[in-house]
């Protein structure tokens, strides 16, 4: 198996230490150099300073690297978006022909449930696109949440998509989806959707208890943990929506598709906001690192 775990993340795994994972495409398509690299090792120190083994993945030369160090994480910034992002169906290409490839969602809970990791902290996860009853436009990340055993913390899916739709796909794969310190599903950008999420956990042992009772019951997939933005950090929804429909209607001019849909329209809020998302985008995934790791910890400890 095209894996190497990092000696630290496969001790810490063996002893039954939490264990976070985090991805690789915030580094190489997320933000600019070094912004970037400076980025993945504060959240790696935040995982850390709550008592957490981060473990960002990525491919190097076609091997899957569970634990990438700090060199490899410079050396991702540097190369930046000439790394492909690669989902689930770009893996085994990748690997086989020895490529660089950034993970996704999908890709880093495959690669982190190969490893024996159950947490993933990100910012936010891929789902419904807007308009997608006529492109068909659906994040791969939902169909991992469904059959893939990895817990992932996050702002909410991202803003840009189709939320209500989101969480109908969500529903019907049988993926959990949890509220931390809130009853509405976070929208990214802001704390606010106005939509429902199944449950409402407030402490790290009461998200714990959740994930632990999914396992024990063989119930394969994902859990779904969401954790809302600060207050401080939040941006006004009806205000990033404005940025967010100019955004896509400028994509839509371009003919933008697919998976290049993404980067697209985070660069164009980014710019739109002067760059505002951006920060509050940094600033939400040190929040959720911090939130992983505490119910990582919960989880070990019980």
Same mark, same amino acid.
């Given at each position: /198996? ?92 990748? /690997? ?12 880093? /809970? ?102 632990? /009772? ?89």
């Amino acid at each position: /198996m095209n894996i190497k775990i990092n000696p630290e993340v496969q001790e810490a795994i063996k002893e039954g230490r939490p264990v976070v994972a985090l991805e690789s495409t915030i580094i190489s398509h997320g933000m600019p150099y070094p912004q970037n690299v400076e980025t993945a090792l504060q959240v790696e120190k935040i995982v850390r300073e709550h008592g957490g083994i981060p473990a960002t993945i990525g491919i190097i030369d076609g091997i899957g690297i569970v634990g990438m160090t700090s060199d490899e994480i410079e050396a991702f910034g540097k190369k930046g978006q000439e790394i492909p992002k690669v989902s689930r169906r770009d893996l085994a290409t990748i /690997m086989a022909t020895g490529s660089w490839g950034a993970t996704t969602v999908a890709t880093t /809970m495959i690669l982190a449930n190969l490893a024996g990791v159950e947490f993933f902290v990100t910012g936010g996860i891929g789902g419904v696109h807007r308009g997608a009853e006529l492109t068909f436009d659906v994040s791969a990340d939902l169909e991992e949440l469904a059959r893939t055993n990895v817990t992932v913390i996050c702002a909410g899916a991202k803003a840009i998509l189709d939320l209500p739709k989101t969480l109908e796909v969500l529903e019907t794969k049988g993926v959990p989806v949890l509220g931390y310190g809130t009853d509405e599903l976070p929208a990214f950008y802001s704390r606010e959707s106005g939509l429902k999420v199944d449950s409402r956990v407030d402490t790290p042992e009461e998200a714990a208890a959740i994930i632990k /009772m999914k396992r024990e019951l063989g119930l394969d997939g994902g859990v779904l943990i969401t954790n809302p933005i600060s207050k401080e950090e939040s941006l006004p929804a009806d205000e990033i929506n404005v940025v967010i429909e100019s955004a896509l209607l400028e994509m839509e001019m371009l003919g933008i598709k697919g998976k290049d849909c993404t980067p697209f329209l985070l660069a164009k809020i980014a710019d739109l906001t002067g760059g505002d998302s951006l920060a509050a985008n940094i600033k939400l995934v040190f929040n959720n690192a911090a939130v992983g790791t505490e119910i990582a910890k919960a989880y070990f400890a019980q």
